[in-house]
């Protein structure tokens, strides 16, 4: 009932004590009669249920944040019966908008008529969209009843935003080769050794010292096959980690970074292993090209924030990383143990990268962050540091320089 409807009701039931007490009849069945309008609209909407169903188009069904969707709903009520105006509201969850309310005023019969809106995505994840309730009144506006559609939910996926980069950095396999690009001895073959310059902190056994005498320069082994081109990404979810998560935070560019570097791999036809702190989140297989994409989006759109307290957890796949032709990290601020592990991980790949913020641009200074870096770079890592506002795409330029 509306405030209308049971301030009637009220005024209703008080007059009509109040006639009985002085004994007026024809003021009694007059506000007898206001008493009964609210009942009987009640009555109506029992009887003038609308029965609402509808179908809701997502386009796109999955878009970067940032980006606008559309919903386009096909209503349809089935009621013969209804003729004031239906009020409905589509629920969707705060990121994505948080839904619609509009207005179908139809007269008596069946009717199906088509509404759109607007969607803006402001977080990455699924969300889902829905239901469409529909609130249905009489024509005096004295009741009111909610009613909720039989159709179904729809799910909307934002993904991180994928940029275009150009190239890779030297000895990953694609771009100009760099000084760590790994050289091929003997004849193509299962038996091939690579050799690359000895970095501090290479196990003295691995050193080839034929090549290391020839070169005059200490070199070390590799023993993954030159053309199987493999990359291990670890991106850094932890939420400890980040100082701002926020859609324009540390933690979705690091997200955002570690798509566009996937993709890049996946269209020179990589081998691709993404890890996290809280473990694998994506390998591609043998898949290859636009279905690998798909399944890599999808992974890192579900991609939340870790409680793990350091990046050793996200190494310990041996068999990821001793292969892998190139490790990338998109971290967050580092500690002496992250860079250890780090460290200890990408002891056999041909290229390491590590993208990391600006502690201090991020407005958390760190003499530790600071300290790791340092660290990586005198084991070989290429650290470049990214600020807010800054896009991967001028990082990733600095980087294959």
């Not at 009555?43 to 919903?71: K, N, S």
């Not at 004031?84 to 509009?102: C, H, I, K, N, Y």
């Not at 529909?134 to 991180?160: H, I, K, M, Y």
């Amino acid at each position: 009932m509306t405030g209308r409807g049971l301030a009637l009701l009220i005024v209703g039931l008080a007059g009509s004590a109040g006639a009985a007490f002085i004994g007026e009849l024809d003021l009694l069945w007059l506000m007898l009669l206001l008493a009964a309008l609210p009942l009987l609209a009640l009555t109506y909407l029992l009887v003038a249920r609308p029965r609402i169903d509808h179908e809701r188009t997502l386009e796109p069904p999955m878009m970067p944040i940032g980006e606008t969707a559309r919903a386009v709903l096909r209503v349809l009520n089935n009621s013969p019966a209804q003729s004031s105006a239906l009020r409905f509201s589509d629920a969707a969850e705060a990121p994505v908008g948080g839904g619609a309310s509009f207005v179908i005023a139809r007269g008596f019969g069946r009717w199906h008529q088509a509404v759109g809106y607007s969607m803006e995505a402001t977080s990455r994840g699924r969300f889902t969209v829905g239901p469409l309730t529909a609130q249905a009144t009489d024509p005096f506006g004295l009741a009111a009843r909610t009613v909720t559609s039989s159709g179904e939910n729809s799910v909307l996926r934002v993904t991180p935003h994928v940029w275009r980069l150009n190239g890779l950095p030297g000895g990953a396999g694609l771009g100009a080769a760099g000084d760590a690009t790994p050289q091929r001895i003997g004849q193509a073959g299962t038996d091939d050794v690579l050799v690359r310059e000895h970095r501090h902190g290479d196990d003295m056994r691995r050193v080839h010292w034929k090549m290391s005498a020839k070169r005059d320069d200490l070199m070390v082994r590799l023993e993954e096959h030159p053309w199987d081109p493999s990359s291990t990404l670890i991106v850094d979810t932890r939420r400890s980690a980040h100082p701002d998560h926020s859609p324009r935070g540390s933690l979705e560019w690091a997200v955002s970074a570690v798509a566009s570097v996937g993709q890049t791999l996946l269209n020179g036809r990589f081998r691709l292993s993404i890890v996290a702190p809280s473990g694998v989140v994506f390998e591609s297989g043998h898949s290859v090209g636009p279905v690998a994409q798909q399944r890599m989006l999808e992974a890192l759109t579900d991609l939340a924030p870790s409680d793990q307290t350091g990046l050793s957890s996200a190494v310990t796949d041996p068999e990821a990383l001793t292969t892998s032709a190139s490790i990338i990290a998109a971290t967050g601020l580092l500690g002496a143990a992250d860079a250890a592990a780090l460290s200890a991980a990408g002891s056999r790949a041909r290229s390491l990268v590590a993208l990391v913020p600006d502690a201090e641009a991020w407005g958390a200074p760190s003499k530790d962050h600071q300290d790791a870096c340092r660290l990586l770079r005198s084991r070989g890592w290429r650290v470049e540091t990214f600020s807010p506002g800054e896009s991967v795409p001028s990082v990733w330029e600095r980087v294959v320089r």
